[in-house]
Every structure is written in C-alpha cells, then in structure tokens.
C-alpha cells in the first residue's frame, strides 16, 4: 500500500499544473507580439519616437553652418594675415583690413574680397591668401557669407611693437 501511495504522490509531483506558452515563438508570433504592444501605445499616447517639425536631431545640427568653429579658424587665419606687412617686401597701405568671405556647403572659401585700401597691393593679396585658407565642417543650406576683420600693421608699426616688447 505504502509503494501505491507513494507511486500516485509521484504521478501527481510529474504532471503537475501546466503553464503553456513555454515553447519558443516563431519569427511570426514575436513580430504580431511587438506589433500588439506598438498598437496599444498609439491607442494610451505614448509615442516617444515623435519627432515632428519642431524637434532638431543631433545630425540636423551637425548639419548646420558651424559659426562657433567658423570663429576660431577665422581668428586664426586673421592671426596669420596680421603678419603679412613683416612677410611682403612693400611698404603699403596699413590698418584694419575688411575681408569678405562666402562659404561654399563643402566648407570652402568660395569667394574673398579685401576692401579698399588694400585691394589689389602685395599686403591685400598676402592677407586673402591667409584667409582663403579657412576651412570649416561642411554643411547643409545656403552659402555663408561672413565680413571679418584683420588689423594689418605697417612695417615700421611691427619693428616699434617688437622693440616695446624687449
């Protein structure tokens, strides 16, 4: 008797409750699963992947003109043109120098202009040259145009700054 009541605890331990749904999901069921949880959260609201005219993603203003980094490498540039009166073998007009420089989308200079007194001069030519160098990250849009300013010194302004400094 003792063997019968032990054999029959045994069955009812080895068929105990069952819990279906164990078994792996096919390919078909995980997709109607995901897609029963996405139709439920449009049904609440809660769309958090909402990205609607108003919301600028990081590439969207990775994108755009860079004015910031712009600024240190016309800083930069500025600096080098700065040298040019020491550099050109011409005593020619100094000053504050107006530079115009159009940005093409690659990141380029497109276009440059020096204004007036400088124009057409060895110092003008030396300090577009200075600044045509730029180059910024590339961008989407229109093309920027940017005025920028380089304080050109005469020769004999640089030889006084020079000796002040010893």
């Avoid at 609201?45 to 712009?70: I, V």
């Avoid at 050109?88 to 100094?94: A, F, I, K, L, M």
């Avoid at 115009?100 to 200079?109: E, I, R, S």
Wanted: charged residues 35%; hydrophobic residues 35%; glycine residues 10%.
């Amino acid at each position: 008797m003792k063997k019968f009541v032990f054999s029959l605890v045994l069955l009812a331990w080895g068929c105990g409750p069952s819990y279906g749904g164990q078994g792996v999901k096919t390919p078909e069921e995980l997709v109607a699963e995901q897609e029963a949880l996405a139709a439920e959260d449009e049904k609440r609201g809660n769309n958090d992947y909402d990205t609607g005219p108003d919301t600028e993603t990081d590439l969207e203003k990775k994108k755009q003109f860079d004015k910031k980094q712009a600024e240190l490498e016309l800083k930069r540039a500025a600096r080098s043109g700065e040298t040019c009166a020491g550099v050109v073998n011409e005593d020619g007009p100094s000053g504050k120098a107006s530079v115009t420089l159009v940005f093409a989308n690659d990141g380029h200079v497109k276009e440059s202009t020096i204004g007036a007194p400088f124009t057409d001069t060895a110092i003008g030519k030396c300090v577009l040259n200075a600044m045509k160098a730029v180059i910024v990250p590339s961008f989407v849009g229109a093309e920027e145009t940017i005025e920028w300013e380089v304080d050109v010194k005469a020769k004999e302004e640089e030889k006084k700054d020079e000796k002040k400094k010893k």
